[in-house]
């Protein structure tokens, strides 16, 4: 098992860019999290998904898009990258709420 | 707003026990204690998590309170790789529901293990 894998690892943006961050798991998770993470702070939820064709909003959402097709895939999208989204972001898995999360390596984006 | 309150930075010799305390005065009786830990920029990392018993694994123990409203992350012999920020969750274990808001991660305890 790889795990949660994310890529890419490092990217930096211009303002006004867009992209996309990869997450996959290989655990057949159904329950999928993305968090941002900014200097010295802890983590912050930005969006999560119960399972496939199923996401929600988290405490940080603004600024940034995800879908959910498939149990493996969750992509984060920015559609016009701000240098407040300069930040650590983290994909999570688990097999359900009572399970703990597994974390992938995270990217690190900068937008200037 | 955060559940839980940690100091915010702890030192511990090498090859001692290092106690992480951790208050939750609001815990709700439903609610979970949970444990993370995230060494320099790497993804979080689960220790252990409990309800009101004390619990042990491979990593660590847990101390819970008979209130429960703070527990204590033990790790029994320090090492100079245990060096890492340590995160105290508190969140519901039910399936459904409001999924999305349980996990909150504060700033944590920043432990810093010396030789």
């Known amino acids: 098992n790889a795990g949660v894998t994310q890529t890419p690892k490092f990217q930096v943006l211009k303002t006004g860019q867009s992209m996309t961050l990869q997450c996959a798991q290989d655990?057949?998770?159904?329950?999928m999290s993305w968090y941002r993470q900014d200097p010295g702070m802890g983590l912050r939820l930005i969006h999560y998904s119960v399972g496939a064709g199923i996401t929600d909003q988290g405490e940080v959402p603004n600024g940034y898009n995800v879908s959910r097709s498939t149990t493996e895939d969750f992509p984060l999208r920015l559609l016009s990258a701000a240098p407040s989204q300069t930040s650590v972001y983290f994909c999570?898995?688990?097999?359900?709420?009572?399970?703990?999360?597994?974390f992938g390596p995270g990217t690190r984006l900068t937008v200037t | 707003d955060a559940k839980t309150t940690q100091p915010t930075s702890m030192d511990c010799a090498e090859g001692r026990a290092a106690n992480l305390p951790c208050n939750h005065s609001?815990?709700?009786?439903?609610?979970?204690v949970y444990w993370y830990r995230q060494i320099h920029s790497q993804g979080p990392q689960y220790i252990i998590h409990?309800?009101?018993n004390n619990e042990t694994n491979e990593m660590a123990s847990l101390i819970i309170t008979e209130d429960r409203k703070s527990s204590t992350l033990i790790l029994p012999h320090a090492t100079l790789r245990d060096t890492a920020v340590y995160y105290c969750?508190?969140?519901?274990?039910?399936?459904?529901?409001?999924?999305?808001?349980?996990?909150?991660f504060g700033p944590g305890t920043r432990l810093s293990v010396l030789p």
């Open positions: 609001t815990i709700s009786g439903n609610e979970y």
């Open positions: 999570a898995s688990s097999p359900s709420p009572s399970n703990e999360q597994y």
């Open positions: 409990g309800l009101k």
């Open positions: 969750i508190v969140r519901v274990s039910e399936s459904g529901g409001n999924y999305g808001q349980n996990f909150v």
């Open positions: 655990m057949n998770h159904e329950y």
